[in-house]
Nanobody
Framework: QVQLVESGGGLVQPGGSLRLSCAAS????????MGWYRQAPGKQRELVAT???????NYPDSVKGRFTISRDNAENTVYLQINSLKPEDTAVYYC????????????WGQGTQVTVSS
């Protein structure tokens, strides 16, 4: 079992930046693949970034070049740096964790709201 708590969301203007944080506890963080997802009202939840236990990252084309995921294993924290925000980035952003020793399991945080508006 792992507990995930997101923070760092808020209201920003188009072109602005945010850094989201996800603090993990309750398990061995360095053994987990971490990810960020987002869900806008009326839309399906979509993956925006992943980072493996070895530090490899992946992004969909919609966010590539603007979003950066990173992890600090000493602090049991994963981050999502978001630059050049667009109105279509508005969504609730969720942190996820999946243990490499049992990839069928996935845990979720409660989410943090990101709103991009003039």
């Amino acid at each position: 079992q792992v507990q995930l708590v997101e923070s760092g969301g808020g209201l920003v203007q188009p072109g602005g930046s945010l850094r989201l944080s996800c603090a993990a506890s309750g398990s061995i963080f360095r053994f987990y693949t971490m990810g960020w997802y987002r869900q806008a009202p009326g839309k399906q939840r979509e993956l925006v970034a992943t980072i493996t236990t070895g530090g490899n990252t992946n992004y969909p084309d919609s966010v590539k070049g603007r979003f950066t995921i990173s992890r600090d294993n000493a602090e049991n924290t994963v981050y999502l740096q978001i630059n050049s925000l667009k109105p279509e980035d508005t969504a609730v952003y969720y942190c996820s964790a999946s243990p490499s020793y049992n990839p069928g399991l996935r845990y979720w945080g409660q989410g943090t709201q990101v709103t991009v508006s003039s």
